[in-house]
């Protein structure tokens, strides 16, 4: 059912911003995403890291061939899909309880980083809601979104509105 939502979805103003710091920062731009879908990726970003995973990748549960490009939707019932080892093929999702992907890489990101921004997040969420408390004090750290997130006094800028329209005003301010 996700899949069938998400392949509907379209990428808004606020991915083609990204999209075109990308292009400025380089490899200096470090996107993580707590989103499964791949909206950055039709936005024309080369590189996202999916903390919680991909909605659109498979992988399997027991052997280690790596997570592959999977839009079945399995409309009709049918047996849970299986891997040629036997092991049952899973959606490459981090589910609640487990542990979120590539996290060494985002602290070392975290480490480096000069400005910080969160756009869209409830900073509820863990470990991503206390990303910002880890660069606290040493990085510029911006909050853009269309509602007030929890953690938000742990940010130095707060941009309340809508992704879309707040992000082409302050792209231009990140070096
Ligand atoms: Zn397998």
Redesign the pocket.
């Known amino acids: 059912m996700r899949r069938r939502v998400a392949s509907a979805a379209k990428p808004n103003p606020a991915h083609f911003v990204l999209a075109s710091l990308e292009q400025k920062l380089c490899e200096r731009l470090f996107l993580c995403t707590q989103n499964v879908d791949d909206l950055h990726e039709q936005a024309g970003l080369n590189c996202v890291v999916h903390m919680h995973g991909e909605l659109f990748k498979s992988r399997?549960?027991?052997?280690?061939?790596a997570p592959f490009r999977d839009t079945n939707t399995y409309d009709s019932p049918v047996e849970l899909p299986?891997?040629?080892?036997?092991?049952g093929?899973r959606p490459h999702i981090c589910w609640f309880g487990e542990v979120p992907f590539e996290l060494d890489r985002i602290f070392r990101a975290l480490n480096e980083c000069t400005v910080f921004m969160a756009v869209g997040t409830s900073g509820v969420v863990e470990p991503a809601a206390s990303f910002v408390a880890h660069v606290g004090g040493r990085a510029r750290t911006i909050y853009v979104g269309a509602e007030e997130p929890a953690n938000a006094s742990a940010f130095t800028e707060c941009h309340l509105g809508k992704a879309g329209e707040v992000l082409p005003l302050l792209a231009g301010s990140i070096q």
């Open positions: 399997c549960d027991t052997c280690s061939r299986q891997c040629e080892c036997g092991g093929i």
